[in-house]
C-alpha cells in the first residue's frame, strides 16, 4: 500500500487566513486527486492534477503537483466558514482508478 | 456532474444480521465500482473493487465471505454485510469509475450494528 501523508492533520484558522495543506508519498502516481468531505457525506472531487509541477486554481483554492509527481500541496486564500470540511488527497496509478487515501486534513474555520 | 446514489442512507441492525447497501449510477455505467470504509475522524480506506459480471477483488485483510459484492449490472453494485457485529459499525462509501478518468462518490451509508 502506497501511503500518503498529509499535514497538518488538523487546522483551525480565523476567516479571511490563509493556509498550505500538504500531501506526501514516497511512491509515484500517475494523477493526484483532491476532495472535500462533509461530515456524513461522500467525498466531493475538486481537482485533478497529472503533469508533475502543475498548478491549477479553483477560486481561493491552487493546487500544485510536485515535479517528481511524489507530492501535492493545496492553498487557500482567505478562507471563508464554507470552506471548514475533511480535505483528502487520493493518488492513482496508471490508468485504473484504483486510489490510494491521504490520512485526511480537517479544516475548520471560525468566523 | 455524474451522480451516484447509495441506499440506505443509514441503517441500524442487531449482531448477527445481515444488511444489503446498494450503490448505484444514476446517469452513466460505470464497469469498475469501489467500496471503501471510514471510521470516526479517519480517512477512507479501500474495501474492493467491484467489477461488472465478475468477481470482486478484495483488499488485504477484507474478508471476502463477510463482505459480498454483487456487481450484476452496469448501474449497480452491492455489498452485504453478513453477520454483523457492532465492530462492522462504520461510514461505507461506494464510487463509480467514470471511463477510466475519475471516480464518483455515493453519499455513504451509516451502519450502525447493535
Known amino acids: 500500500t502506497q501511503l500518503l501523508e498529509q499535514s497538518p492533520q488538523f487546522l483551525s484558522i480565523q476567516e479571511g487566513e490563509n493556509l498550505t495543506v500538504y500531501c506526501n508519498s514516497s511512491s509515484v502516481f500517475s494523477s493526484l486527486q483532491w476532495y472535500r468531505q462533509e461530515p456524513g457525506e461522500g467525498p466531493v472531487l475538486l481537482v485533478t492534477?497529472?503533469?508533475?509541477?502543475e498548478v491549477k486554481k479553483l477560486k481561493r483554492l491552487t493546487f500544485q503537483f510536485g515535479d517528481a509527481r511524489k507530492d501535492s500541496s493545496l492553498h487557500i486564500t482567505a478562507a471563508q466558514p464554507g470552506d471548514t470540511g475533511l480535505y483528502l488527497c487520493a493518488g492513482a496509478r496508471g490508468g485504473y482508478q484504483k486510489v490510494t487515501f491521504g490520512t485526511g486534513t480537517k479544516l475548520q474555520v471560525i468566523p | 456532474g455524474a451522480v451516484v446514489s447509495q441506499h440506505p442512507s443509514w441503517v441500524i441492525c442487531k449482531s448477527g444480521t445481515s444488511v444489503k447497501i446498494e450503490c448505484r449510477s444514476l446517469d452513466f455505467q460505470a464497469t469498475t465500482m469501489f467500496w471503501y470504509r471510514q471510521f470516526p475522524k479517519q480517512s477512507l480506506m479501500l474495501m474492493a473493487t467491484s467489477n461488472e459480471g465478475s468477481k470482486a477483488t478484495y483488499e488485504q485483510g477484507v474478508e471476502k465471505d463477510k463482505f459480498l459484492i454483487n456487481h450484476a449490472s452496469l448501474t449497480l453494485s452491492t455489498l452485504t454485510v453478513t453477520s454483523a457485529h457492532p465492530e462492522d459499525s462504520s461510514f461505507y462509501i461506494c464510487s463509480a469509475d467514470l471511463a477510466g478518468e475519475t471516480q464518483y462518490f455515493g453519499p455513504g451509508t451509516r451502519l450502525l450494528v447493535l
Open positions: 492534477v497529472v503533469t508533475g509541477g
